[in-house]
């Protein structure tokens, strides 16, 4: 079947899904919103294609649960059914570790979606808040999101209000649900002042938000946005910090890094944000926590301040530029590791040259995870256990945990 310039229209059969999700037909050609089993009619460019009919459905197609899908880029995989996306998610992990020559067993896909996204990034440009359309910068307004928590029921309705209040502006909104409400951080070029301030305080209670701020400054705050983490209670969330998607999220990643690191009496626990595994180590071990962001660390060592837990040291370092040696490693029976997506290649090299007997590595980067394990076990470590874990739905993304031992 021919077509104009460089685009021909072909029918296929789709075979497999690629990394970002789209299918793959026979022939290479990736065509996004298939599911393998698809027999298709789509057109062809080079390895890149678009989908033009659905011939014959394949059974493991499923009805999509949002009016959104196929053009918001939020979500991917909303349309491939369970057992096909289960599969596809832990392959993701399986691939990237053979890439880098590491043999080990990778466990089954725990789901840890929970009750939904507990933070979510909605984009504001130019009167218009919502989500990116797929492969654009283009924001769409969206009027329901099925992956978010209850807790951020209001979400969309204020990143519209706010939108309305600055209809020349393009920035970023950051909602966080909390035990005391909606949290929010405005990033971008806002430039506010006391005038506009004063509007995005109003706005900010009649959707009764607890606190916001822009760039991490305050503009609002009504109510301590606070949440709990293991045995703390109530644990205030410095504005802007890093946290698990999911609160069945952090649950699950942390239940496997008390696994990982066993009966150890003195913990490390690298790039620890605000403390979701130092506050559950510190009921058991001794634990030194270290982390870029301040104001985490602070947080962090404000909760522990209370009778209950083990010594738990905290303080602020760039483990990029300076990573723990294997001197500083020496007092440690277990570390645990758990960078941004960029993965922790320098500490890595570090722990690599070090004799901590038992390692754990959390990551949201099968990539660069198998990167850094490459350097451990060429180090002398063995990896032994790896556990994907899904906490973001219908994502191209999934997170791990791994345990390794030194040999």
């Known amino acids: 079947m021919g077509g104009e310039g460089g685009v021909t229209l072909a029918r296929g059969r789709v075979a497999s899904l690629g990394a970002g999700g789209d299918g793959v037909t026979e022939d290479g050609v990736y065509i996004p919103f298939t599911v393998p089993g698809d027999e298709i009619a789509f057109e062809a460019d080079g390895s890149r294609g678009r989908l033009a009919e659905i011939l014959t459905p394949s059974p493991d197609r499923v009805q999509p649960p ?18 096909v996306y289960r599969d596809w998610k832990r392959d993701q992990v399986v691939r990237a570790l053979a890439q880098a020559g590491l043999d080990t067993p990778v466990g089954a896909l725990v789901d840890a979606h929970g009750e939904g996204r507990r933070r979510v990034t909605l984009a504001v440009k130019h009167g218009v808040a919502g989500y990116h359309r797929r492969a654009s910068h283009e924001v769409m307004p969206v009027e329901t999101c099925p992956i978010l928590a209850p807790g951020l029921e209001g979400a969309i309705g204020f990143a519209r209000a706010l939108a309305a209040e600055i209809p020349d502006k393009w920035v970023s909104l950051l909602l966080t649900a909390t035990l005391s409400g909606m949290d929010a951080d405005i990033k971008g070029p806002l430039h506010g002042n006391a005038r506009l301030n004063a509007r995005l305080a109003s706005l900010a209670q009649a959707h009764g938000l607890a606190r916001l701020t822009a760039e991490r400054e305050p503009v609002a705050l009504y109510r301590s946005p606070q949440i709990g983490v293991g045995a703390v209670a109530m644990l205030t969330l410095p504005p802007g910090a890093f946290l698990q998607a999911t609160a069945k999220g952090e649950e699950v990643l942390a239940g496997l890094v008390l696994d990982g690191v066993k009966r150890a009496r003195k913990v ?12 559950r180590l510190a009921a058991r071990a001794q634990v030194y926590a270290a982390d870029s962001d ?7 060592r404000k909760a522990v301040a209370v009778p209950g837990f083990k010594p738990v040291h905290a303080e602020r370092r760039d483990l990029f530029r300076r990573p723990l040696s294997p001197p500083e490693l020496e007092a440690f029976d277990a570390v645990v590791f758990d960078p941004a997506f960029d993965g922790a290649a320098a500490q890595a090299a570090e722990l690599a040259r070090s004799r901590v007997p038992r390692i754990v590595a959390v990551s949201c ?11 451990l076990v060429d180090g002398g470590y063995a990896l032994t256990r790896v556990t994907p874990v899904d906490q973001f739905l219908y994502s191209s993304h999934v997170e791990l945990v791994a345990q390794f031992e030194r040999q």
């Open 268 to 279: 490390a626990d690298l790039f620890c944000g605000v403390g979701p595994f130092a506050i």
């Open 365 to 375: 980067n099968p990539v660069t995870f198998a990167r850094d394990a490459r350097l």
């Open 294 to 300: 301040a104001d985490a660390v602070a947080a962090l």
């Open 66 to 83: 949002c009016p959104h899908f196929g053009v918001c880029g939020a979500c991917q995989l909303q349309h491939v059914s369970g057992d």
